[in-house]
T-cell receptor, first 119, second 112 residues
Framework: GAVVSQHPSWVICKSGTSVKIECRSL??????MFWYRQFPKQSLMLMAT?????????EQGVEKDKFLINHASLTLSTLTVTSAHPEDSSFYIC???????????????FGPGTRLTVL | RKEVEQDPGPFNVPEGATVAFNCTYS??????FFWYRQDCRKEPKLLMS???SGNEDGRFTAQLNRASQYISLLIRDSKLSDSATYLC?????????????FGAGTRLAVHP
């Protein structure tokens, strides 16, 4: 299957700092990328969806000024957690698919996740 | 009410046992259905798609009942390596986008 990488795999930072997480599709062009967040023993929650070259669409309750998403190329999307606080500590997972948002049947390929701990 | 509900478990079963997981979803407009597997501190991985006609992949059998909005997964002859969290997932076309909606997962622990 297709490969999606994330970097870093884990990060520990001080409260108030910004953290950038990269998501790359290694062997395919990802028209659409998704960012999820998962708290312990909870389900993956979709944070935002982005198409290459377009602004991201954020889910209800997700602050777009706090979670900045850039999908500048067909193989790279970044999520920046600005002014991180302890409550932002979570497992952040990206996924990528080749089809456009409105098509069905295209599998999503998940990155390995980034564990963020904010002290 | 959660969009996708699962019994969190854990289900503790011996090797060789048969175990069944259930899942219900609240939105009748859900279009596609899947079971994913997630190991501790890892990303989810697609296990299988689920169809109304039922489908089988080796020791795994999945079934969808659209009328009851109910999805099941049956694992036969459990192996130690089956220990993981199993996520029930549906897709929903919402707000102009086709999204994956995840359940919180059912934990399975297979012991010798």
């Amino acid at each position: 299957g297709a490969v999606v990488s994330q970097h870093p795999s884990w990060v520990i930072c001080k409260s108030g700092t910004s953290v950038k997480i990269e998501c790359r599709s290694l062997d395919f062009q990802a028209t659409t990328m998704f960012w999820y967040r998962q708290f312990p023993k909870q389900s993956l929650m979709l944070m935002a969806t982005s198409n290459e070259g377009s602004k991201a669409t954020y889910e209800q309750g997700v602050e777009k000024d706090k979670f900045l998403i850039n999908h500048a190329s067909l193989t790279l999307s970044t999520l920046t957690v600005t002014s991180a606080h302890p409550e932002d500590s979570s497992f952040y997972i990206c996924s990528a698919r080749t089809g456009f948002l409105r098509t069905t049947g295209n599998e999503q390929f998940f990155g390995p996740g980034t564990r963020l701990t904010v002290l | 009410r959660k969009e996708v509900e699962q019994d969190p478990g854990p289900f503790n079963v011996p090797e060789g046992a048969t175990v069944a997981f259930n899942c219900t979803y609240s939105n009748s407009a859900s279009q596609s259905f899947f079971w994913y597997r997630q190991d501790c501190r890892k990303e989810p991985k697609l296990l299988m798609s689920v169809y109304s006609s039922g489908n089988e992949d080796g020791r795994f059998t999945a079934q969808l009942n659209r009328a009851s909005q109910y999805i099941s997964l049956l694992i036969r002859d459990s192996k130690l390596s089956d220990s993981a969290t199993y996520l029930c997932v549906v897709t929903l076309f919402s707000g102009g986008y086709n999204k994956l909606i995840f359940g919180a997962g059912t934990r399975l622990a297979v012991h010798p």
